[in-house]
């Protein structure tokens, strides 16, 4: 079945799940791990759930259905997922909630045997590749009382139409491609989001159209790897038609820029392997493209780098983003790393240390290296002990943190325009929004700047946010 049409039969799943709730008002629960592609995966689910008549609460115990949305791509994600398994199986005795798992970790094979051995209450299974039908399938457990299972190995097809409830109503993100050919040797990704497929130029661009009309303001762009989007159907000779000229990455750039409404794009995350220089010269010339750039690190040593399976060296990093620097007026990075990475020696994560010195990034998120059952990574015999490895990390941070403070102090006396979000989470009489360089500012003003860009005066900075003055 081709995938309208298999979009078309889950619309009819919908409606007939949309019959059986007639005359009540299910609730359900979703919790999702991971990163933003997942959560724009949840945006989907919740979208078809509230199609089929569900509501959303926050609480578990009126829920009359829970929603996992998994991650595999650390393990803490794992144990999280565990201990909530075990707190609502006494739901499942009490009241019989259906409960259902998907999402990235369903894709591995010993952690799905796991569920079926230790956690037999779970109705239903399903992995990256079957997010679509999951109105059939939620049909077929309520009709049939039978447990399911939908994880297909293959790459899964881009179905395009599904429903989808947004997070909030001013930013939203847009999935531009799935996938990744990368194969870093620590990452998981590449084994259970399949191989790189692009959605086509008319379907993003239709979306972001139609966001726009909604009253949304800044897009995100999301992909494992931004950088080659239509790179596989280049390469595959795949027909991808002709929207306003896009073939690459740049002119999708280029593109979105030009529609109206529309005040800021985002993307994450590029390789910087692939960082070419159409894509510099279109975040340069497109106006409404933030100036932060996240471009993944990993570590700062060649050695370590080629044994990621990165494709680059310390040099060519530093390269990058000297050209980068002087192309793009007033860009900031952001960045990932690793620390611990099987084999890694005190020097060569010095390196690591010294690349975060040299380009004073605005944000570096840190991660503890975690063995992934699959992954090159995981069969190196040189694992660094746990100790080691969180030593690593504590002195990383500590720079990461001093270099923070240094480079939020230069805000300070500054104007900044800033996308109002909403309210401050903290503190109800104070409105908070986000700089083109994603800093968060705290400010006191009226309600109607929410969704609009203002001009704040920055007053003081306080690590993980900026206070600002109209
Ligand atoms: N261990 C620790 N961090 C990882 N990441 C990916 N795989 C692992 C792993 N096995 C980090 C990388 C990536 C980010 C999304 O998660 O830094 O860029
Ligand atoms: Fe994982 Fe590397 Fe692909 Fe990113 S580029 S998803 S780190 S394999």
């Known amino acids: 079945m081709d995938t309208a049409n298999e979009?078309?039969?889950?619309?009819?799943?919908?409606?007939?799940?949309?019959?059986?709730?007639?005359?009540?008002?299910?609730?359900?629960?979703?919790?999702?791990?991971?990163?933003?592609?997942?959560?724009?995966?949840?945006?989907?689910?919740?979208?078809?759930?509230?199609?089929?008549?569900?509501?959303?609460?926050?609480?578990?115990?009126?829920a009359d259905l829970a929603l996992f949305n998994t991650c595999c791509v650390r393990e803490n994600a794992e144990d999280k997922l565990f201990g909530k398994l075990g707190e609502l199986k006494r739901l499942k005795e009490e009241r019989g909630i259906i409960i259902a798992i998907g999402g990235c970790m369903m894709q591995e094979k010993h952690i799905t045997d796991k569920i079926k051995q230790s956690y037999p209450f779970v109705d239903i299974l399903f992995g990256t590749h079957t997010l679509h039908k999951f109105p059939e399938n939620?049909?077929?457990?309520?009709?049939?009382?039978?447990?399911?299972?939908?994880?297909?190995?293959?790459?899964?097809?881009?179905?395009?139409?599904l429903p989808i409830k947004?997070?909030?109503?001013?930013?939203?993100?847009?999935?531009?491609?799935?996938?990744?050919?990368?194969?870093?040797?620590?990452?998981?990704?590449?084994?259970?989001?399949?191989?790189?497929?692009?959605?086509?130029?008319?379907?993003?661009?239709?979306?972001?159209?139609?966001?726009?009309?909604?009253g949304y303001q800044e897009i995100t762009l999301l992909g494992q790897n931004?950088?080659?989007?239509?790179?596989?159907?280049?390469?595959?000779?795949?027909?991808?038609?002709?929207?306003?000229?896009?073939?690459?990455?740049?002119?999708?750039?280029?593109?979105?820029?030009?529609?109206?409404?529309?005040?800021?794009?985002r993307f994450v995350s590029p390789h910087p392997k692939d960082f070419t220089e159409d894509v510099i010269e279109a975040i340069a010339s497109c106006n409404k493209v933030c100036k932060l750039?996240?471009?993944?690190?990993?570590?700062?040593?060649?050695?370590?780098?080629?044994?990621?399976?990165?494709?680059?060296?310390?040099?060519q990093y530093?390269?990058?983003?000297?050209?980068?620097?002087?192309?793009i007026p007033n860009l900031t990075l952001s960045t990932d790393i690793i620390v611990g990475f099987p084999g890694e020696t005190e020097k060569e994560f010095e390196d690591t240390l010294?690349?975060?010195?040299?380009?004073?990034?605005?944000?570096?998120?840190?991660?503890?290296?975690?063995?992934?059952?699959?992954?090159?990574?995981?069969?190196?015999?040189?694992?660094?002990?746990?100790?080691?490895?969180?030593?690593?990390?504590?002195?990383?941070?500590a720079l990461v943190e001093s270099q923070m403070q240094e480079n939020n102090q230069k805000y300070v006396g500054t104007v900044q325009k800033v996308l109002v979000e909403g309210e401050s989470k903290n503190n109800k009489d104070l409105l908070t929004g986000r700089t083109d360089s994603n800093k968060v500012v705290i400010f006191e003003g009226s309600e109607d700047l929410i969704g609009k860009i203002i001009d704040l005066k920055i007053i003081s900075e306080h690590m993980w946010y900026l206070k600002g003055e109209m």
């Open 138 to 161: 939620l049909y077929k457990t309520i009709e049939e009382k039978k447990k399911l299972e939908d994880i297909i190995d293959i790459n899964g097809e881009i179905y395009e139409g």
């Open 7 to 62: 979009v078309k039969l889950q619309e009819q799943y919908i409606e007939k799940v949309k019959k059986i709730n007639q005359n009540k008002i299910p609730k359900y629960t979703i919790l999702t791990m991971g990163c933003q592609l997942n959560e724009n995966d949840s945006e989907k689910l919740c979208g078809m759930l509230e199609n089929m008549g569900y509501i959303q609460t926050q609480d578990s115990k009126e």
């Open 318 to 327: 530093l390269a990058l983003v000297k050209q980068m620097k002087e192309k």
């Open 226 to 265: 931004v950088n080659s989007y239509l790179r596989a159907e280049h390469e595959k000779g795949i027909n991808f038609g002709d929207k306003e000229g896009i073939h690459s990455f740049a002119t999708l750039l280029k593109a979105i820029n030009k529609i109206d409404g529309i005040k800021r794009i």
């Open 293 to 315: 750039v996240h471009l993944p690190l990993q570590s700062g040593n060649s050695k370590v780098l080629k044994e990621m399976n990165r494709k680059y060296t310390k040099e």
């Open 354 to 397: 010294d690349v975060v010195r040299q380009v004073k990034f605005e944000q570096v998120y840190m991660f503890i290296y975690s063995r992934r059952v699959g992954t090159p990574g995981d069969k190196m015999e040189n694992q660094i002990p746990e100790e080691q490895k969180h030593k690593r990390f504590d002195r990383l941070k």
């Open 166 to 214: 947004r997070e909030g109503n001013i930013k939203a993100s847009v999935t531009i491609m799935n996938g990744c050919n990368n194969f870093c040797s620590y990452c998981i990704v590449p084994y259970v989001r399949g191989r790189e497929r692009s959605r086509m130029p008319k379907d993003i661009i239709y979306e972001i159209e139609d966001l726009a009309k909604q």
